[in-house]
Each structure stands twice: as structure tokens, then as C-alpha cells.
């Protein structure tokens, strides 16, 4: 346990202030043990994965942060189908690597998402056709409140766009995640970005050359250089009503429209801040889309937590004037009550 520890460090953003107590858990023993401490000192309990899906205010966060290092990878024979049981902290990007190393189906696409398997059932992660709900079959955790375990299966887990009842049930904190994956599956590479590759002639029938196509492509559209940092996508593609989508049709015939089974509709939020509003590469300071994905705001070395938000805020007003349209964060504000 340490007292007043930078969050910085342990962001994909690399902004943000100090954590008031962190501890570091390796086992489900000192995980209990931080609740414990926690409510003793009654402090909020904060867990943190690899911190690639959060903004920490510059203030930083007033409570315990558990840090998740639990990384055990298992395998697990399930009639023509394998289990991947993996621990809460282990990386997403070891779990991909470790599924192709046996031939396994279901998570190739998601190749390239930066986090931890714990973070990525949180936010039920998504890319190029794929998402993480598909392959989930449960999740063990531990209460914060009361102690106690508890299992989520898939049904429980009420998986839907980049949400999950861990997402709303704050109080409990992921200890392991089971992924149902098989050797007998169908190449998912209808995504557009995927079929042209596979038009271009690459060979997308296993795994682990839908891994290196994935990664080639993610390669494209997220920055590099260790001056800047990000947290990937910073908004939701909105998805709103039928009427709304038709009269941004008529004015946009271009717009990239997807109907959703209740009749909704989710847009290319990309597209609108590339096309419409001709935002990408916009910058203040030392805060910009980036040039490549305007989804991603990238924060250069210096820049301010307050100042990515205020930036955040300044995106969301400019795409509600054109059109409209609230849009969402998908990063979300670490400590936030």
C-alpha cells in the first residue's frame, strides 16, 4: 500500500492526478483485503485495470485504487468448444495472442484493444464486426460492499453497446473472466475494412491472419509516438431515432446509416466529425482529433486532464449545433461517483 501515487503513469492517456491510497492486488486474498481496508478507513474503492479507457481528473481520486494484477491464463476442453479462463488483470492483447496460439475462433477481430480482459467485459469492447458479449460466458467476482462472490453468466451480464451490468453495478469488482471460443468457426471478415482487405488478396482464414490484417488496419488509425497520449475511441457512435437519421440522410447522402433491431439507428460519429463538420485534426493547445481517426482525442506530454474534457465538451457542442445530436463519452472519468 502506498499513499498519494500519480494515476498518470498507469493511463493510456498519461494525464491526471494522484490517487489518494493505492495498492497493488496479485491475488484474491489481497483483493479482499483492500475491501476490507477500504471500509474500515470508509474510503471508496476504486479497481483499476490498464487503464486504457479512463480520463483521471487533475485532482486526482480521493479514495483506495486497487490495482488488478491478476494474469493467470487456463484452458478448458468444453465438448467441441474451449474455455479461456483468464484472471481480471490479464492483458486482452496476451488473450487474443494465446487463442490464436491454439487455433481458437471468436476474439481475432477485437486484436490490437489495448486493456485488460477485466476492463474489456466492463466496457463489453467491440471492433471490425466483433464483440466481446459474443464469445462471454461468465464472470467471477467479488462484491466491494459486502465480500461476497458471485458468478455473471452472459444472460446476467446484459451486454449492449459498450455497456454491461458491470458497468452499472459498480459495486463489484471482476476476479476472472470465461470466454467460450471453438476451432470449428466461419471467418468473421464482412467489416468493410476487413473485406478489402481480403479482396486486396490477404488471406483471412485463421486466426492469426485475421490478427495481423486487424492490426495492420488499427495500425493506420491510432497514433504512435510516446509524446502523446490516448484512450481510443472518446465517444459513442450515437445511435438515434429513425426520423432524426432520415433528415441527417437528406442532408448528408453519404452518411454510413446501421438500423438496429428496435428501429433506432447508430451513425458514423467518425464520419460526421471528418465530413460534416470537417473537424479532424482540430486541436487547442495541446489537444486534437487525431488526423487519422477524429474518433480519438490525443493528448500531448504537458497537456491537462481538465483540458481533454474541456476539449471533449467543445466536440460536443460543435456536433449538437450541426446536428442535433448528444453525444456520449466512452471514456469515462475515473473516480467518478
Known amino acids: ?196 482487405v481480403y479482396e486486396a488478396g490477404t488471406p483471412l482464414r485463421t486466426p492469426s491472419e485475421i490478427i495481423i490484417a486487424v492490426r495492420a488496419i488499427r495500425a493506420k488509425k491510432f497514433p504512435l509516438s510516446i509524446e502523446e497520449g490516448t484512450a481510443g475511441s472518446f465517444f459513442k457512435n450515437p445511435v438515434i431515432s429513425r426520423e432524426l437519421a432520415d433528415s441527417l440522410a437528406l442532408r448528408f447522402p453519404d452518411l454510413p446509416l446501421f438500423p438496429q433491431e428496435d428501429g433506432s439507428v447508430k451513425i458514423s460519429l467518425a464520419w460526421l466529425l471528418d465530413y460534416a463538420l470537417s473537424l479532424k485534426g482540430f486541436s487547442i493547445n495541446k489537444v486534437r482529433l487525431y488526423e487519422k481517426q477524429p474518433l480519438i482525442i490525443v493528448a500531448r506530454t504537458g497537456a491537462t486532464a481538465t483540458e481533454v474534457s474541456a476539449f471533449a465538451d467543445e466536440i460536443a457542442k460543435r456536433v449538437f449545433a450541426a446536428t442535433g445530436i448528444v453525444i456520449e463519452r466512452e471514456v469515462e472519468t475515473f473516480g467518478a461517483k
Open 1 to 196: 500500500m502506498k499513499e498519494r501515487v500519480s494515476l498518470a503513469p498507469f493511463t493510456t492517456f498519461g494525464v491526471g492526478g494522484e490517487a489518494r491510497i493505492f495498492i497493488e492486488a496479485r491475488t484474491e486474498e489481497e483483493i479482499q483485503e483492500a475491501i476490507t481496508y477500504a471500509r474500515e478507513c470508509n474510503l471508496q474503492l476504486y479497481p483499476l485495470g490498464a487503464g486504457s479507457n479512463l480520463l483521471v481528473p487533475d485532482a486526482g481520486v480521493d479514495g483506495v485504487v486497487l490495482k488488478i494484477m491478476l494474469d493467470d491464463i487456463a484452458f478448458e476442453n468444453d465438448g467441441d468448444d474451449t474455455l479461456i479462463i483468464a484472471d481480471a488483470g490479464a492483458r486482452w492483447e496476451k488473450i487474443v495472442d494465446t487463442a490464436s496460439e491454439h487455433e481458437l475462433f471468436g476474439i481475432e477481430n477485437l486484436a490490437g484493444i489495448p486493456g485488460t480482459i477485466g476492463g474489456a467485459s466492463v466496457q463489453n469492447i467491440g471492433a471490425y464486426g466483433a464483440e466481446l458479449a459474443n464469445t462471454f460466458e461468465y464472470a467471477d467476482c467479488i462484491n466491494k460492499t459486502t465480500g461476497a462472490h458471485k458468478r455473471i453468466t452472459r444472460t446476467e451480464a446484459a451486454f449492449a453497446y459498450r455497456t454491461s451490468f458491470f458497468k452499472t453495478h459498480r459495486e463489484f469488482i471482476i476476479t476472472r473472466v470465461t470466454l467460450r471460443l471453438s476451432k470449428h468457426a466461419t471467418p468473421n471478415i464482412t467489416y468493410p475494412d476487413l473485406a478489402r
